[in-house]
T-cell receptor, first 114, second 115 residues
Framework: AQKITQTQPGMFVQEKEAVTLDCTYD???????LFWYKQPSSGEMIFLIY??????QNATEGRYSLNFQKARKSANLVISASQLGDSAMYFC???????????FGKGTSLLVTP | NAGVTQTPKFRVLKTGQSMTLLCAQD?????MYWYRQDPGMGLRLIHY???????AKGEVPDGYNVSRLKKQNFLLGLESAAPSQTSVYFC??????????????FGPGTRLTVL
């Protein structure tokens, strides 16, 4: 069964606007971590932000914030004030306490337009 | 700091040939991982290591072997390459793997084509 679901294959946003990338997850483990990675066209995987299942507050890192809704099992990435350099694939991933692997979603392609 | 580095960046093999991918990290991380990424998919774990001299199987280990002789290096071997192993291979490392929020940092990837 798919543990991470990203329902938006592609998204467009205009420069300087905010955008939300959706991610839902499935786990019965009470302890887990949720991560977002950015993969630009050059191919590397860049860590952006993480959220622990026991964290009370939503994580933020600069222009990135994670909208964590535990009851709904969602961990959406919000990018504020989009920049052209934000154009990339974005992957949501989860690691459960019971394992070592990061379970990745299929990704969302974001295109920022002038 | 270089972070996580991978060599080579690109490689083309013929079916049946062997090769080794090298991953090195300079962050003194205990945990290291090998993933593969196929088109339209996220990454899948091949093998991992929780410390020098240890290795363990991940989700898709068949056809691969690994070794961790030194803490900073993690090698991925293909003994007899098959076209199904055409993929982009990513190495990652993490300071610790004991907490689910421990971050994994990735190398730039190796693009492998098996003809």
């Amino acid at each position: 069964a798919q543990k991470i679901t990203q329902t938006q294959p592609g998204m467009f946003v205009q420069e300087k606007e905010a955008v939300t990338l959706d991610c839902t997850y499935d786990t019965s483990d009470p302890s887990y971590g949720l991560f977002w990675y950015k993969q630009p066209s050059s191919g590397e995987m860049i860590f952006l932000i993480y959220q622990g299942s026991y964290d009370q507050q939503n994580a933020t890192e600069g222009r990135y914030s994670l909208n964590f809704q535990k009851a709904r099992k969602s961990a959406n990435l919000v990018i504020s004030a989009s920049q052209l350099g934000d154009s990339a694939m974005y992957f949501c991933a989860m690691r459960e306490n019971s394992g070592y692997a990061l379970n990745f979603g299929k990704g969302t392609s974001l295109l920022v337009t002038p | 700091n270089a972070g996580v580095t991978q060599t080579p960046k690109f490689r083309v093999l013929k079916t049946g040939q062997s090769m080794t991918l090298l991953c090195a990290q300079d962050m003194n991380h205990e945990y290291m991982y090998w993933y593969r990424q196929d088109p339209g998919m996220g990454l899948r774990l091949i093998h991992y290591s929780v410390g020098e001299g240890t290795t363990a199987k991940g989700e898709v280990p068949d056809g691969y072997n690994v070794s961790r002789l030194k803490k900073q290096n993690f090698l991925l071997g293909l003994e007899s390459a098959a076209p199904s192993q055409t993929s982009v291979y990513f190495c990652a490392s993490g300071y610790s793997g004991t907490e689910p929020t421990d971050t994994q940092y990735f190398g730039p990837g190796t693009r492998l084509t098996v003809l």
